[in-house]
């Protein structure tokens, strides 16, 4: 039987909420289980205002459109990422500027990010890649000098955390609570899911709340009315159609519920990794990936570095031959056909070499230790 890359993880209560939210007789979106959703993430991360959308990439067109740009403006978003954190900028009229990655991991490097800013740079996307945290710390920094947003692509990131040392006092602080915006994605490939395609929109800085709102309702300002702040509705902004209908809000309900528990179980299943393929990482086969000291895990991914490209096409491919689906990620944004003219043809060579040498293995809550132990023998013995 073949161990497939990524599962959807069924609790067991989703068909159940679902069907409340149908019996409810409250089919469209922010409903009580929408509510439910969104204060759940405000009461447990501290998030200043969660509303739900259809998608990570939907939440962070909503970044975007906050963000207000106009022609030209720049905003620098790492090369190494999904297509959705720079399209999202790119629709509005702004001008991409793209970030090498850092020696150590995929993320967006904080030192050679200040070389990138310009009198229109607007905006600073940092991408948690594998839900490990950039350098907010410092970003946040190079933000306040020179006056920037931070919208935090936090699609990965669930239950991660950003251990801060700022004047020496060490504070944990929640992905996606620490820029003015964040964006969550909960499509069937992250740690939970919404029933498929789901995502979440973070407001950090009470500046965008009301107008968060508006977007998200089309334009006008419906929301206000349904809390009695304003006795009619109308169009008062751009907007579209973030929100999601009840059922997918009732499905995410109950992974939500279960949140700890996924979550242990996927470390449980990280830890295992790390820990059989460490004597060969140590013997220099590949690297581990690496979190550092101001990151946590929140086990989204497992992922191996290998030398090179060769290596690695030979690694997926044994591990086919012996029913594992292992996959590489993403290939470097400034040289998709879409942008390789648009690009400034800065090299950025740390990108390109994640582009060619990660790959990732199952990582899913049904995935077994034992599953994990064989994946790691077929590894061992290619
Ligand atoms: C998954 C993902 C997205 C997009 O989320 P969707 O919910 O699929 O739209 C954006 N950025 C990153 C880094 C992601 O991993």
Redesign the pocket.
């Known amino acids: 039987m073949t161990i497939p890359f990524n599962k959807p993880h069924l609790t067991g209560k989703e068909a159940h909420y679902m069907y409340q939210a149908v019996y409810n007789g409250k089919l469209s979106g922010n409903g009580e289980f929408t509510k439910r959703c969104q204060q759940f993430f405000e009461e447990r991360y501290g998030f200043r205002k969660c509303l739900l959308t259809t998608?990570?990439?939907?939440?962070?067109e909503m970044c975007a459109m906050l963000c207000d740009l106009q022609a030209g403006d720049e905003v620098i978003v790492p090369s190494y990422?999904?297509v959705?954190?720079a399209l999202a900028f790119l629709r509005e009229g702004a001008k991409v500027v793209f970030a090498d990655s850092m020696q150590r991991n995929p993320n967006l490097d904080a030192e050679t990010l200040e070389s990138l800013i310009t009198p229109r740079t607007r905006v600073i996307v940092p991408?948690h890649?594998a839900g490990v945290a950039c350098d907010m710390d410092a970003i946040m920094s190079v933000a306040e000098k020179h006056n920037l947003l931070v919208v935090e692509?936090a699609?990965?990131a669930i239950d991660s955390y950003y251990i801060s040392r700022k004047s020496k006092v060490e504070s944990r602080k929640p992905l996606g609570g620490i820029g003015h915006l964040a964006?969550f994605?909960?499509?069937e490939?992250?740690n939970i899911t919404a029933g498929g395609?789901?995502?979440l929109l973070v407001v950090n800085d009470e500046r965008f709340v009301r107008r968060a709102e508006i977007i998200w309702e089309k334009g006008t300002n419906r929301a206000e009315f349904f809390r009695g702040e304003v006795n009619k509705y109308g169009w008062v902004d751009t907007g579209s159609s973030f929100l999601p209908a009840e059922i997918n809000a009732a499905f995410l309900w109950a992974q939500l519920e279960n949140l700890d528990e996924i979550q242990t179980k996927r470390k449980q299943l990280w830890n295992r990794y790390y820990e059989l393929l460490k004597p060969l990482a140590d013997k220099g086969f590949f690297s581990l990936p690496d979190i550092p000291d101001y990151a946590s895990n929140n086990a989204h991914m497992f992922y191996l570095v290998l030398p090179n490209l060769e290596k690695r096409t030979a690694l997926i491919r044994h591990l086919k031959e012996n029913d594992v689906l292992a996959v590489f990620h993403y290939l470097s944004l400034h040289s998709s056909a879409y942008y390789v003219n648009k690009h400034d043809g800065r090299e950025l060579p740390n990108c390109d070499r994640y582009a060619d040498t990660l790959v990732r293995f199952p990582m899913y809550f049904d995935l077994t230790l034992e599953d994990v132990n064989y994946v790691c023998s077929i590894i061992k013995e290619c």
């Open positions: 998608s990570g990439t939907d939440a962070l990422t999904f959705s954190t991408v890649y692509d699609a990965q964006a994605s909960f499509h490939t992250k395609e789901g995502g």
